[in-house]
């Protein structure tokens, strides 16, 4: 029972991000990042702005899947106004997160942490970590 709960609650978080996304659209002033997956035909740009090593601004657009689509808004939720160190720590939270790793500090990363049930799909991790790939590389390249 507890189980499907959860399953109707990550469902309901899901369709919430995938119909009223945020952050959504790039910001004009800065190049953006675009990654694909190849297995599942998701593509994802993201462009960020960095003042004093924070993510001051952040903005996605992209064509996929929900859970690729639904992620990216999450991900810019949990990282908008982090330093770059705690936005990378985000990302690796999530990624073992995905991979079936609990840790309590999943917690920290807001509704992206309901997609932790994406780990009992392996072909949708894929999707799943598409965005927050995206924000390595734009941060790999800001600093
Ligand atoms: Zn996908």
Redesign the pocket.
């Known amino acids: 029972m507890a189980l499907s709960k959860l399953d109707s609650l990550y469902k309901a978080v899901v369709t919430d991000h995938t119909k009223t996304p945020h952050h959504r659209g790039l910001l004009p002033e800065q190049a953006p990042h675009t990654l694909h997956?190849p297995?599942?035909?998701?593509v994802l740009s993201l462009s960020l702005e960095l003042v004093d090593d924070r993510i001051a601004a952040i903005g996605w657009d992209g064509d996929?899947?929900?859970?690729?689509l639904a992620s990216a808004s999450m991900m810019a939720d949990s990282v908008l106004g982090l330093s770059v160190t705690d936005a990378l720590a985000m990302a690796e939270l999530f990624s073992q997160m995905v991979q079936g790793a609990s840790d309590p500090r999943q917690k920290e990363l807001g509704d992206a942490q309901f997609l932790s049930g994406v780990s009992k799909f392996p072909?949708?991790i894929?999707?799943?970590t598409?965005a927050w790939n995206a924000l390595k590389d734009a941060l790999a390249e800001g600093e």
Not at 39 to 42: M, N, R
């Open positions: 997956n297995t599942c035909g998701d996929g899947c929900s859970i690729s072909q949708r894929k999707c799943a598409l």
